[in-house]
């Protein structure tokens, strides 16, 4: 039988996953499952009722602000990538019921992002390329399925930044500056890569 790992011995972006364990037992293994899917369920369905948009929007952001509290002022990376785990966890959760919200897809990407940032400040490389990766796929994705939203490029951009490939990086924000010429964070974006372009030529 394999026991139940704990929520501290999970990655931060599935720790939840802990607490909807049940035990599957041959004895009765259907109504074991049926308990099992029920509260995945919920998990991944919540009623509109308990989960509003607007009210997730306002929490994600919420918790991004503390986040970046943790990782910038108090400079607390440990409890910044906690913070991390517990919006991609709610991000998990609620994005099923809103699938296009362009808000909570972009809050996703930029959160695997932010996390990468956090562990590159901790030393935890490797797990700081799984969020890269993780930030690039869904940013990947959701330039796909909407290429005319500057917050899909503005997000591969800011991934190709981190990596140190300028260039592409400043492609990205350019090609969200055609589509949106005042989106803010891709002006600033560019500014940078730029700054560093200029700096690197020198």
Known sequence: MTEVPERKDLPEAVAYLADISVRL???????????LMERLRDLVRPSRERAPLY???????GLQERFFSLLNAEKKPEEAVEVGGEI???LNRTLPLYPAD????????????????ALLRLGRDEEKEA??????????TFGEECPLEPAAW???GSIEYMRGHLE???????RALKLSPVYDDAVRNRDKVMADLEKREA
């Not at 009210?55 to 952001?61: A, F, T």
């Not at 808000?103 to 932010?114: E, V």
């Not at 969020?131 to 990947?140: G, I, M, N, W």
């Open 168 to 174: 592409e990086a400043l492609s990205c924000f350019e």
């Open 102 to 117: 362009i808000i909570l897809l972009s809050a996703r990407g930029y959160t695997h992002r932010d996390l990468a940032v």
């Open 154 to 156: 503005d997000g591969r």
């Open 88 to 90: 991609l966890a709610m």
């Open 55 to 61: 009210s997730i929007q306002l929490d994600v952001c």
């Open 25 to 35: 037992r041959d004895a009765k293994w259907v109504d074991d499952l049926v308990r």
């Open 131 to 140: 969020q890269l990766a993780a930030a690039e796929q869904v940013f990947t």
